[in-house]
C-alpha cells in the first residue's frame, strides 16, 4: 500500500527556500520592472512648479459700521474666506483676465488655445499653509521661466481683482451713505420744525423757570394753609364754630385752598408741555447724531476709495525653478524597484503554489515517504566534464558531484541489514529522462572503487546508451544470455574503470518483457551472485514498461531516482505504487539534478554526515 502524504508546519526557513530557489525570477522582475520604470521616467516631459506666497489678513478695510462687512475672527470663518478665495483662483473668470494679461504683455501662449481658460487652469497650482495665514499660489509649467511668469500674473491679476472688488463696495457704500445722509436730513429738518412750531404755539421762553417759578409758589400756599390752620385751631378752644373770628379764618383757608389747587392744576399743565417738548427735542438730538454720524462715514470711504486698500499682500513673489518638480525620477525608479521586487516574490510564491513537482528531501519525506539516500547536485557548473557527466566518478574523482556518489554509497552500505545484503541492486525512475542511467553508471563506478567486484547490467533493452558512455564495443549483452544464444563470459565486458564489469543490453529483443519473466533472468542473476560482489542494474522507467517490476520483484533491492523539479508528484507517486504492486523492496530515493544553490543546508549536512561514516 501507498504511504500517505505527511505534512508538517511551514517555517520561514521554508520561505527562505523558495525565495532562494527563484531568486532569478525576482532579480529578472526586479530588473525589468527597474528599467521599465527608468525609461518611462526619462521619456516623461520635466515640469516645473514655482509659487507666490500671499498673506491672507483676517479682516479687510472697515467701509461701512455693519458687522456683516467684517470677516469672521473664529478660524472657522477664516477657513471658509480662505477656501472661497481659492475657489476665486480656480475660477474661469480670474483665468480668462491672466489670459489677457499675458496677452498685453506679449506672452500668447494661451492665447490660441481652443479653451484658454482650461488651457491655463491646468497648470495653477493653490494650497494653504496649514497653522499659518499663507496661501501658495504657485503653477507647474514644461518651461521654468513661464512657470514663474505666470504664477506671478495670476497672483498680480487676483489681487487687482480683489481691489476692484474693494473699490466697488466703497463706491457702493458711498452711495448708500449719501442716500441715508439725505434721508437722515429730511427727517432732522421736519423735527426742528415740529419742535420750533410747539415752542412758538406755548409761547414757551424756559420751561425749567416757570417750572421753579409755580413749584415756588405752591410750597408758599401750603406753608399758608398750615399756619391758618394752626390759627383756627388755637380759637376754637375759646369760639364757637359761628364766631365772626372763626368765620374769618375759614373763608381764608378756603380761598388758600382754591389758589392750592389753581397752581396745581396749573404746575399739571406746564409738566404735559415738558413732556412734549422733551420728546420733539429727543428727536431732534437723535436725528443730529445720525446725521453727524453718517457724515462721517461717507467722508471715511471717501478717502477709502481713494486709498485702495486690501487685507492680501504678497511675501515672496515666485521665482525662476532652477530643478523639475516631475518627474521625480529618484523616488519613481526606486518605486519601480520595490513593485518590480515585490511583484517578483509574489510571482515566485505562486509559481511554487502551482509547483507540484519533487525538488527537495523533505518533498520526498513529506509526499513521497521513502528513505532519501541522498542528491546529486547539478552538473551544470561542471564545465570540465561536458559529455563526461555519465562517468564523473572517474573523470573527476574530487568534484561535487563524485562527492555527492560516494556519500550516497556510504548510505546505502549502512541502510543493509546483516541478514539481507544488496547485492543485486535496481536502478529505475517514474519517467524517461530523469538521470536513473547516469546514477547506476557512477553508482557502478564508485562501488567499484571502494574494492568491491562489480557488474553493472544495461537491462533497458528499448534505449541502451551505457556502452557509448563506457566506451565499450559489446557485440552481444544480455539478450544474448536470456535466448541462450551467449554465456556470462561471453557478455561480460572489463571496463577502464579497475573492478567494473559490464553487460550490455544486446540485440534489441521484440519481446523484453517475455525475457525478463523467464527463469533464466532469476537463475542468471543467482550465478553472478556467486561472481560478483555487488550487481547494479539499469532498468527502463517503471511507468513506461513492464519490465522493471518484473526485475524489481527477483533484485534485493530498488532505488528510485527522482529529477529534481521535473516530474509531477502524482507520476512520482503512480511510479511507487507500481514498485509496491511488485512487491519490490525499495531502499530509498536519489533526488538528482539538485541546484544545491537553491536549497537549504540539509543536503550538506547529508553529504558530510554520510562522508564521517564512511571514514569510521
Same mark, same amino acid.
Given at each position: 500500500?501507498?504511504?500517505?502524504?505527511?505534512?508538517?508546519?511551514?517555517?520561514?526557513?521554508?520561505?527562505?527556500?523558495?525565495?532562494?530557489?527563484?531568486?532569478? @525570477?525576482?532579480?529578472?522582475?526586479?530588473?525589468?520592472?527597474?528599467?521599465?520604470?527608468?525609461?518611462?521616467?526619462?521619456?516623461?516631459?520635466?515640469?516645473?512648479?514655482?509659487?507666490?506666497?500671499?498673506?491672507?489678513?483676517?479682516?479687510?478695510?472697515?467701509?461701512?459700521?455693519?458687522?456683516?462687512?467684517?470677516?469672521?475672527? /473664529?478660524?472657522?470663518?477664516?477657513?471658509?474666506?480662505?477656501?472661497?478665495?481659492?475657489?476665486?483662483?480656480? &475660477? !474661469?473668470?480670474?483665468?480668462?483676465?491672466?489670459?489677457?494679461?499675458?496677452?498685453?504683455?506679449?506672452?500668447?501662449?494661451?492665447?490660441?488655445?481652443?479653451?484658454?481658460?482650461?488651457?491655463?487652469?491646468?497648470?495653477?497650482?493653490?494650497?494653504?499653509?496649514?497653522?499659518?495665514?499663507?496661501? *501658495?499660489?504657485?503653477?507647474?509649467?514644461?518651461?521654468?521661466?513661464?512657470?514663474?511668469?505666470?504664477?506671478?500674473?495670476?497672483?498680480?491679476?487676483?489681487?487687482?481683482?480683489?481691489?476692484?472688488?474693494?473699490?466697488?463696495? /466703497?463706491?457702493?457704500?458711498?452711495?448708500?451713505?449719501?442716500?441715508?445722509?439725505?434721508?437722515?436730513?429730511?427727517?432732522?429738518?421736519?423735527?426742528?420744525?415740529?419742535?420750533?412750531?410747539?415752542?412758538?404755539?406755548?409761547?414757551?421762553?424756559?420751561?425749567? %423757570?416757570?417750572?421753579?417759578?409755580?413749584?415756588?409758589?405752591?410750597?408758599?400756599?401750603?406753608?399758608?394753609?398750615?399756619?391758618?390752620?394752626?390759627?383756627?385751631?388755637?380759637?376754637?378752644?375759646?369760639? !364757637?364754630?359761628?364766631?365772626?373770628?372763626?368765620?374769618?379764618?375759614?373763608?381764608?383757608?378756603? /380761598?388758600?385752598?382754591?389758589?392750592?389747587?389753581?397752581?396745581?392744576?396749573?404746575?399739571?399743565?406746564?409738566?404735559?408741555?415738558?413732556?412734549?417738548?422733551?420728546? @420733539?427735542?429727543?428727536?431732534?438730538?437723535?436725528?443730529?447724531?445720525?446725521?453727524?454720524?453718517?457724515?462721517?462715514?461717507?467722508?471715511?470711504?471717501?478717502?477709502?476709495?481713494?486709498?485702495?486698500?486690501?487685507?492680501? &499682500?504678497?511675501?515672496?513673489?515666485? %521665482?525662476?525653478?532652477?530643478?523639475?518638480?516631475?518627474?521625480?525620477?529618484?523616488?519613481?525608479?526606486?518605486?519601480?524597484?520595490?513593485?518590480?521586487?515585490?511583484?517578483?516574490?509574489?510571482?515566485?510564491?505562486?509559481?511554487?503554489?502551482?509547483?507540484?513537482?519533487?525538488?527537495?528531501?523533505?518533498?520526498?519525506?513529506?509526499?513521497?515517504?521513502?528513505?532519501? @539516500?541522498?542528491?546529486?547536485?547539478?552538473?551544470?557548473?561542471?564545465?570540465?566534464?561536458?559529455?563526461?557527466?555519465?562517468?564523473?566518478?572517474?573523470?573527476?574523482?574530487?568534484?561535487?558531484?563524485?562527492?555527492?556518489?560516494?556519500?550516497?554509497?556510504?548510505?546505502?552500505?549502512?541502510?543493509?541489514?546483516?541478514?539481507?545484503?544488496?547485492?543485486?541492486?535496481?536502478?529505475?525512475?517514474?519517467?524517461?529522462?530523469?538521470?536513473?542511467?547516469?546514477?547506476?553508471? *557512477?553508482?557502478?563506478?564508485?562501488?567499484?572503487?571502494?574494492?568491491?567486484?562489480?557488474?553493472?547490467?544495461?537491462?533497458?533493452?528499448?534505449?541502451?546508451?551505457?556502452?557509448?558512455?563506457?566506451?565499450?564495443?559489446?557485440?552481444?549483452?544480455?539478450?544474448?544470455?536470456?535466448?541462450?544464444?551467449?554465456?556470462?563470459?561471453?557478455?561480460?565486458?572489463?571496463?577502464?574503470?579497475? *573492478?567494473?564489469?559490464?553487460?550490455?543490453?544486446?540485440?534489441?529483443?521484440?519481446?523484453?518483457?517475455? @525475457?525478463?519473466?523467464?527463469?533464466?533472468?532469476? *537463475?542468471?542473476?543467482?550465478?553472478?551472485?556467486?561472481?560478483?560482489?555487488?550487481?547494479?542494474?539499469? &532498468?527502463?522507467?517503471?511507468?513506461?514498461?513492464?519490465?522493471?517490476?518484473?526485475?524489481?520483484?527477483?533484485?534485493?533491492?530498488?532505488?528510485?531516482?527522482?529529477?529534481?523539479?521535473?516530474?509531477?508528484?502524482?507520476?512520482?507517486?503512480?511510479?511507487?505504487?507500481?514498485?509496491?504492486?511488485?512487491?519490490?523492496?525499495?531502499?530509498?530515493?536519489?533526488?538528482?539534478?539538485?541546484?544545491?544553490?537553491?536549497?537549504?543546508?540539509?543536503?550538506?549536512?547529508?553529504?558530510?554526515?554520510?562522508?564521517?561514516?564512511?571514514?569510521?
Amino acid at each position: 500500500m501507498l504511504p500517505t502524504p505527511q505534512f508538517r508546519d511551514v517555517t520561514i526557513k521554508d520561505y527562505a527556500i523558495v525565495l532562494k530557489r527563484r531568486v532569478w @525570477l525576482i532579480l529578472a522582475c526586479f530588473i525589468i520592472s527597474t528599467t521599465w520604470s527608468a525609461i518611462k521616467t526619462f521619456q516623461k516631459t520635466p515640469l516645473y512648479k514655482t509659487s507666490c506666497k500671499v498673506l491672507m489678513g483676517t479682516s479687510r478695510p472697515d467701509i461701512v459700521p455693519v458687522k456683516e462687512t467684517n470677516l469672521d475672527r /473664529s478660524w472657522v470663518g477664516y477657513m471658509e474666506y480662505v477656501n472661497s478665495q481659492i475657489k476665486i483662483l480656480y &475660477s !474661469r473668470t480670474l483665468a480668462s483676465k491672466v489670459v489677457e494679461y499675458l496677452s498685453s504683455i506679449g506672452d500668447k501662449t494661451f492665447a490660441d488655445a481652443q479653451d484658454p481658460e482650461s488651457a491655463f487652469l491646468s497648470g495653477v497650482s493653490v494650497d494653504f499653509v496649514p497653522g499659518t495665514q499663507v496661501l *501658495n499660489i504657485g503653477y507647474i509649467s514644461s518651461d521654468p521661466v513661464k512657470a514663474a511668469r505666470f504664477a506671478n500674473a495670476l497672483t498680480t491679476t487676483y489681487i487687482k481683482a480683489d481691489l476692484s472688488k474693494t473699490s466697488q463696495v /466703497s463706491s457702493y457704500a458711498s452711495d448708500w451713505l449719501t442716500q441715508q445722509l439725505d434721508e437722515i436730513k429730511k427727517k432732522l429738518e421736519v423735527s426742528e420744525k415740529q419742535l420750533n412750531d410747539f415752542i412758538q404755539e406755548n409761547q414757551i421762553i424756559s420751561l425749567p %423757570d416757570i417750572e421753579r417759578k409755580s413749584q415756588v409758589i405752591l410750597d408758599g400756599l401750603k406753608s399758608e394753609r398750615l399756619r391758618v390752620e394752626n390759627e383756627m385751631a388755637a380759637l376754637a378752644t375759646r369760639y !364757637r364754630p359761628k364766631h365772626p373770628s372763626m368765620l374769618s379764618l375759614k373763608t381764608k383757608l378756603d /380761598s388758600i385752598d382754591k389758589s392750592i389747587q389753581d397752581e396745581t392744576n396749573k404746575l399739571l399743565a406746564l409738566n404735559q408741555k415738558m413732556i412734549t417738548y422733551n420728546s @420733539l427735542k429727543r428727536e431732534v438730538d437723535t436725528n443730529i447724531s445720525l446725521y453727524d454720524a453718517l457724515l462721517r462715514r461717507t467722508k471715511e470711504t471717501e478717502v477709502t476709495k481713494q486709498l485702495e486698500t486690501t487685507n492680501i &499682500s504678497i511675501i515672496d513673489s515666485a %521665482d525662476v525653478p532652477k530643478y523639475a518638480f516631475s518627474p521625480n525620477r529618484k523616488r519613481e525608479i526606486s518605486l519601480g524597484a520595490f513593485l518590480g521586487f515585490f511583484a517578483g516574490i509574489i510571482l515566485a510564491f505562486f509559481l511554487e503554489y502551482l509547483d507540484s513537482t519533487v525538488k527537495t528531501a523533505e518533498d520526498i519525506e513529506t509526499y513521497v515517504r521513502l528513505p532519501f @539516500l541522498g542528491y546529486i547536485p547539478s552538473a551544470k557548473h561542471e564545465i570540465k566534464l561536458g559529455k563526461d557527466i555519465d562517468i564523473a566518478s572517474n573523470k573527476l574523482p574530487h568534484s561535487r558531484i563524485s562527492e555527492a556518489y560516494r556519500s550516497i554509497r556510504t548510505s546505502i552500505i549502512f541502510s543493509t541489514p546483516e541478514d539481507r545484503p544488496l547485492k543485486t541492486l535496481l536502478i529505475t525512475s517514474a519517467s524517461p529522462q530523469e538521470g536513473k542511467t547516469t546514477v547506476a553508471i *557512477n553508482l557502478a563506478i564508485v562501488f567499484a572503487k571502494s574494492n568491491e567486484k562489480v557488474l553493472l547490467i544495461e537491462a533497458d533493452m528499448r534505449r541502451p546508451r551505457i556502452s557509448e558512455s563506457l566506451g565499450v564495443k559489446a557485440q552481444s549483452g544480455l539478450s544474448n544470455l536470456l535466448t541462450g544464444n551467449k554465456g556470462v563470459d561471453d557478455v561480460v565486458n572489463q571496463t577502464s574503470v579497475p *573492478n567494473l564489469y559490464f553487460i550490455s543490453s544486446g540485440p534489441k529483443p521484440p519481446n523484453p518483457a517475455e @525475457l525478463l519473466t523467464s527463469v533464466k533472468t532469476r *537463475n542468471l542473476l543467482n550465478e553472478l551472485r556467486e561472481r560478483f560482489d555487488r550487481i547494479i542494474i539499469d &532498468s527502463p522507467p517503471v511507468i513506461s514498461v513492464a519490465d522493471t517490476a518484473i526485475l524489481a520483484n527477483i533484485v534485493d533491492g530498488v532505488i528510485d531516482v527522482i529529477r529534481a523539479g521535473f516530474l509531477n508528484i502524482e507520476l512520482i507517486l503512480r511510479g511507487r505504487q507500481r514498485l509496491y504492486e511488485a512487491k519490490a523492496r525499495i531502499i530509498g530515493v536519489i533526488l538528482n539534478n539538485v541546484n544545491v544553490k537553491s536549497e537549504d543546508s540539509y543536503y550538506y549536512y547529508h553529504y558530510y554526515y554520510a562522508d564521517d561514516k564512511a571514514k569510521k
